[in-house]
């Protein structure tokens, strides 16, 4: 993980319940304030052997607890891509809600896009799927997945999925959270099935529907109970 900042703000529907809004809160931290960690240079860090204490080959997961390109960082944002290209050995992902921001946020040498870097467009209803993945679709990005979680409705994704690396579809997390539907994740695993696009079932949602009838989970079982369906592509 590298979060060269912390804070958020709810963009759409699917930020409703957002885990992060949450856990401030319990903590009385005020998530609309964006500031910088200090884990800003994480990428660079060495230790006292000058050896970069992130070892080369990792994943690192880029702003999962914000977003990488939500507009108070953008001043902060170009030391990231120069971080991120000194450290080609390894590979960042981040997700965002707000990719009509990428073309205003990318370096001036990104071109077709750095090999070592996939970017997650995530959507939630079709309305936002219809919005952010046209956009997505035409972007010079050499790794792209597209993140549908929380998924609050059935989404078709057939027009978006070319040169598409993975799609994820997972439900959402909360006492009130809005069901998943099981026949909505296999109907977009069977749109991945159809373009030779991977496919992952990463999380039920804490309301469930399954052949018609309502579950409700908990929260640890979530992950486990979607592993157990065994249906990634
Ligand atoms: S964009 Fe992500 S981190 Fe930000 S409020 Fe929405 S769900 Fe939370």
């Avoid at 005020?30 to 884990?39: A, L, M, S, V, W």
């Avoid at 607890?65 to 981040?94: G, N, V």
């Avoid at 952010?132 to 972007?139: G, K």
């Amino acid at each position: 993980m590298w979060s060269p900042w912390r804070g958020c703000h709810k963009y759409s529907e699917g930020c409703r319940y957002c885990y992060i809004h949450k856990g401030d809160s319990r903590r009385g931290v005020d998530t609309g304030k964006i500031i910088k960690t200090d884990n800003f240079y994480a990428p660079v860090a060495k230790n006292k052997l000058g050896v970069y204490k992130m070892k080369s080959g990792q994943v690192v997961y880029l702003c999962f607890s914000t977003d990488f390109l939500i507009e108070e960082a953008d001043a902060w944002r170009s030391e990231c891509w120069q971080m991120i290209r000194e450290r080609s050995d390894l590979h960042f992902i981040f997700l965002t809600k707000r990719i009509e921001r990428f073309p205003d946020c990318i370096p001036d040498d990104w071109n077709d896009g750095y090999e070592n870097v996939t970017v997650g467009c995530t959507i939630e209803n079709q309305d936002r799927a219809d919005y952010r993945l046209s956009i997505f679709r035409e972007l010079p990005v050499k790794h792209k997945n597209i993140i549908c979680q929380p998924l609050i409705e059935r989404v078709d994704l057939e027009p978006y999925l070319e040169d598409v690396e993975l799609v994820v579809v997972g439900g959402e997390s909360d006492k009130m959270a809005r069901p998943l539907d099981y026949g909505w994740v296999l109907d977009i695993r069977e749109q991945c099935i159809a373009h030779n696009v991977h496919f992952e079932f990463r999380q039920c949602g804490t309301h469930f529907i399954k052949d018609g009838k309502n579950y409700t989970l908990n929260v640890r079982d979530l992950c486990s109970q979607a592993k157990k369906a065994n249906i990634n592509f």
